[in-house]
């Protein structure tokens, strides 16, 4: 399906990939990860041909339709459902031709092509991937423009799975999903019939969606079959033997190295010191990968707080003196750890700016914080 073979590229002169390449069969589904700023993102460019390598190949099998989602996702006046159907630009276009189309055979071709690509139950594939991702029927029928940014990266990637292309890219996609989207999303990829190779951060998809991993570390690409946990444990395993192993060559060349100290000078001994030397030489360093070795840092001690941090009580909070959340009773002590959960726009982000003093409550509200 994709075979990248020894490929280099650089940006502003710092390399990005050296030699690096990887087999991707058909069908897989593949979790691409590596530290950020590596290149995960550049390579999606390399495969879709809009940067250009300075060295190796990139093969992808013929006629294979590759898709992705587009960074910015344009307002127009379209319905979500209707974005989403056009999409698939196939259908699209043999429908717009049906209309218009005179001649028997071509007529019996396009319609023929219609049966065969399901297009009939496309309304209802489009309208079950766009629930999925979170909008109702009602949202379904409004224009685009309707949604902010991220809603509108949700109907772009509503679109890019309805199309079903061979070779689905995804950048970071549970990014502007919330929970609900992100499960959605993972059992579809899943069951997706292509390839799939998605870049991410997501451990739960990383674990439930995918068949194997794609390390991009030190401009290189390697890749692990298994789920994301495997791929940690197989890591951590192989760093531990080559850590090992050369820990015992240090020791060995430290030995051999000591005997030519002592013996270089004296003329009985002169040829098996030689010898050593040249085992020395040979001996070929045993690399442990240098973006493995760990970037300490730690986080201040916080002072003591008394208990507790938080409280308010029928609290109210929200912008230009309208409340987004109101009758908010909550208290919150030293040893809480509490995962906030809820659907895009209801107000996580708005009681954090509560929390955290950087939005003050609204009116009639009781509001005691605990300074440190
Ligand atoms: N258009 C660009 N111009 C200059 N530098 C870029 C550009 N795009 C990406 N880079 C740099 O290339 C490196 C790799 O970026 P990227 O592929 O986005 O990494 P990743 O997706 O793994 O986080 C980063 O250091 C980034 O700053
Ligand atoms: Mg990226």
Known sequence: MLRIDDIRFAI????????????????????????????????????????SLEGGNIAINKGVRIGGVAQEVPGSETSLLDTVLEADTERASLLAEAETATEPGRIADIQMRLADIEAWSAEGRASSILKGLGFGTKEQAMPCSAFSGGWRMRVALAGVLFAEPDLLLLDEPTNYLDLEGALWLESYLAKYPHTVITISHDRGLLNRAVTSILHLEDRKLTLYQGNYDTFAETRTARLAVAESESRKQEARRAHLQSFVDRFRAKASKAVQAQSRMKMIAKMKPITTPTEAALKRFTFPEPEELSPPIINMESASVGYNDKPVLSKLSLRIDQDDRIALLGMNGEGKSTLSKLLADKLDPMGGASHARTQA
């Open 12 to 51: 502003e002169g710092r390399p990005l990939f050296e030699g690096a390449s990887v087999n991707i069969p058909d069908g897989h589904k593949v979790g691409f990860v590596g530290r950020n700023g590596t290149g995960k993102t550049t390579l999606f460019n390399l495969i879709r041909n809009e940067l």
